[in-house]
């Protein structure tokens, strides 16, 4: 089997199913496709990408936590991973989630109803990076050059710890991010970074900003508003550490 993220998690990169998907085929395997990132951010075509398996989450879509749902192409095969009773058609075993369930539906048909609004938002995005870009040298948009999704920014900011940017926002009530949720805690390079070329002390001072339909020009204004000075104030702190190092 294959398994290919529709869109990545940290920066929103969008892969190209339609291309990978008959070489998998072409081989004889199964294809499935992590979609939890892309849901309601781009359509999810599971007869044009001719999957075989897609999953999905409601938490991504402003719904319920703990509750999401696996497309299954019509005549594959699959095996139950717990013994159980009948639930699920036999594919998992235990009560179902009824009100997680139910949230999901009305939040899957709420996101496909506000799919157009994904190109304001991008707009959005778009507008903050300018502005980033502008005001804090030495910065970098990362996955800009490709197709990304339009809620996510992932921003490299040389000669700083991602950390404790982080933190500095925080502080103010900014919620950001230096990897994927899975991976909160770790204090090494996030391994997508890593995947891209970059090098591991820089992916060290990458953030990931991360915008929705209510997300407001007021609260980026005030992003952008504070970013630059958080930044040279975490330049400060950083760089007589590495050079001392160094030495």
């Known amino acids: 089997m294959v398994t290919v993220m529709a869109a990545n998690n940290e920066y929103g990169g969008v892969f190209p199913l339609a291309r990978i998907i008959p070489e998998a085929r072409s081989r004889g395997a199964i294809f499935h496709t992590d979609a939890v990132q892309a849901a309601g951010r781009i359509p999810l075509d599971v007869q044009g990408w001719d999957v075989d398996l897609l999953s999905v989450s409601a938490h991504k879509i402003h719904g319920p936590k703990g509750v999401g749902a696996l497309f299954v192409r019509k005549g594959l095969a699959i095996h139950s991973l717990a013994p159980g009773g009948g639930q699920v058609r036999k594919d998992r075993p235990g009560t179902e989630n009824l009100s997680g369930i139910v949230g999901f539906g009305v939040a899957a048909r709420l996101a496909r109803q506000r799919l157009s609004e994904n190109s304001a938002i991008g707009q959005l995005r778009d507008r903050f990076e300018r502005k980033i870009l502008e005001r804090v040298p030495d910065t970098r948009i990362i996955g800009a050059a490709g197709p990304r999704l339009s809620n996510t920014s992932s ?93």
């Not at 933190?167 to 991976?183: M, N, Q």
């Not at 991360?210 to 992003?223: F, G, H, K, N, Y």
């Open 155 to 247: 921003m490299l900011f040389a000669d700083v710890s991602g950390e404790a940017l982080a933190a500095r926002l925080d502080l103010e009530g900014i919620a950001v991010s230096v990897g994927s949720a899975c991976s909160s805690g770790s204090t090494r390079p996030s391994p997508v970074i890593l995947s891209l070329g970059i090098d591991p002390s820089a992916a060290r001072g990458v953030l990931r900003f991360s915008l929705s339909r209510r997300t407001t020009e007021e609260e980026i204004a005030r992003v952008v508003d504070l970013l630059p000075g958080l930044v040279a104030e975490a330049r400060l702190a950083w760089t007589p550490a590495v050079r001392a190092v160094a030495v």
